[in-house]
């Protein structure tokens, strides 16, 4: 079973432009176990406490996680990019972020992102 690890603005955007998290398993061909990084949790609870739209998003992101039993899992690094990158890398896990520079930083380490195109559809590359 595929690991999938989702960063913040990832969660905030799914929400925001109303994607289903079932296009990931599409997208790995089969079942596969989402995760999220404590750092991740943190930064969507502080994030739901902002009076902005991401505030709202953030909330019904945390929502989402308890909703769908998706793990909460502790990560090495002090921020959210550096251990999400070590936790991909060693776990062969894929990581859906919206990041740009995080993308680019994990392409160059070999691992699988998925990412939000168009704001529409989820792609894997």
Sequence with gaps: MKRVILDTN???DVIRFKI???E???LVDGKC???VPMTVFEELKKISGQKTKDGVFAKIGLML???KNIDI?????KRADEGIAKMASEENAVVATN???LRKSLRTSGVQTIYLRAKKHLTMD
Aim: aromatic share 4%; no cysteine; charged share 35%.
């Design 24 to 26: 990931i398993e599409k």
């Design 20 to 22: 289903g998290l079932g």
């Design 33 to 35: 176990r989402l995760i």
């Design 99 to 101: 990041d740009i520079e």
């Design 65 to 67: 996680i308890k909703e």
């Design 73 to 77: 899992v502790g990560v090495e690094g």
């Design 10 to 12: 990832f969660v905030i």
